[in-house]
């Protein structure tokens, strides 16, 4: 019986082995290029929301001072 089991273990094993790691490799390929574009998404949000949010300040800072094309002597 536990010969049975041993061998029934070990033919799984073989059998199934190649097809579980190539199982885990696939998983983890896809895996790391899902986080690759997160990485690459969320970065990109970033960079556009720094830009917003400057773009922002200037218009404010166009709103209160005014544009000057002349030259002006600073009081």
């Known amino acids: 019986m536990r010969v049975g089991i041993a061998s029934f273990i070990a033919a799984c094993i073989f059998n199934e082995g190649l097809q579980a790691k190539n199982f885990a490799r696939m998983h983890d390929e896809q895996r790391l290029v899902r986080q690759r574009c997160r990485?690459?998404?969320?970065?990109?949000?970033?960079?556009?929301a720094r830009k917003m949010e400057l773009t922002i300040q200037n218009e404010f800072y166009e709103e209160t001072e005014g544009l000057s094309d002349e030259p002006r002597i600073a009081d």
């Open 39 to 48: 990485s690459l998404s969320s970065s990109k949000e970033a960079r556009l």
